[in-house]
């Protein structure tokens, strides 16, 4: 069976994998810097790249469900560059293999890359942009935020003890995640729970709502506000002014100052 009969002509993925397909071919250096000079990992990169960029258009929530569907689905092995009877690799090593990319600044890299296309150029705008920012929940478990002096009641003993934290104050000064010490006890706003979480940051221009730029950092009242600075540093070097758009969550004065520095 051939596979590229199978896809019709004037699909949307016909074009974007075009375009994918140039930029990987430009950044083959860059690949085989990540790897052994003897050979690569059973996982390329591009066609991990390519099965990334499916998980987002499709919204599948885990790599699991992500390496199901590429089993099964014609449309997902064509695009990611597999055959009708190759095989598909496990999860796990997915997984792996996915944070060494993003170890080494590849997916970044290949972001930058994949804008910078004439074809995708043509749509983007840099005279309208806006910025927002959402909570990313931790895999930490709120069992494990305990107090930084070790003090405070035990855990009972097991793999997943009871901790009873009732009346006790917590807080990001006095305690820490014993598994995750990066993620912080944040809450979106008032009379919501605080959980452990970050923070991610998006900068989309306003002509056909592309996402330009992306990152993540650590939760704070302040971050918002600083990844929006520095999302849009790199567009601020302009003769014409710059609009940038923000929710309530950023104040007048920092609005300001952001519609300043570009």
């Not at 994918?20 to 990169?45: C, H, I, Q, W």
């Not at 793999?159 to 820490?176: C, I, L, P, W």
Request: include cysteine; charge should be positive.
């Amino acid at each position: 069976m051939d596979l590229e009969t199978r896809i019709r002509a004037d699909h949307p993925l016909r074009v974007i994998r075009a375009i994918v397909n140039a930029t990987l071919k430009s950044m083959s250096a860059a690949f085989d810097a990540l790897y052994s000079p003897v050979g690569r990992e059973s996982l390329p990169p591009e066609r991990l790249l390519r099965a990334l960029l499916l998980q987002a258009f499709y919204s599948i929530r885990s790599e699991r469900q992500l390496v199901e569907r590429i089993a099964f689905d014609l449309l997902f092995r064509w695009f990611v560059g597999l055959g009708v009877d190759d095989p598909v690799w496990d999860a796990t090593t997915f997984t792996k293999n996915r944070d060494r990319l993003l170890e080494g600044d590849i997916a970044h890299r290949f972001l930058a890359a994949v804008l910078v296309r004439a074809q995708v150029k043509a749509l983007l705008s840099g005279e309208h942009s806006s910025v927002d920012g959402t909570l990313l929940e931790a895999w930490a478990s709120t069992k494990s935020f305990r107090a930084k002096d070790g003090s405070g009641p035990p855990a009972d003993p097991g793999r997943n003890g009871v901790q009873d934290f009732r009346g006790e104050k917590r807080s990001n000064e006095t305690h820490a995640t014993t598994t995750d010490p990066d993620a912080r006890l944040y809450r979106k706003g008032r009379g919501k729970e605080a959980k452990l979480c970050f923070m991610g940051h998006a900068l989309m221009e306003n002509r056909h709502g592309l996402i330009v730029g992306a990152l993540a950092t650590r939760a704070s009242g302040h971050a918002e506000r600083l990844a929006a600075l520095h999302l849009i540093e790199p567009h601020a070097g302009r003769a014409q002014r710059v609009t940038v758009g923000a929710d309530k969550h950023l104040t007048l004065n920092q609005s300001s100052a952001i519609s300043t520095g570009c």
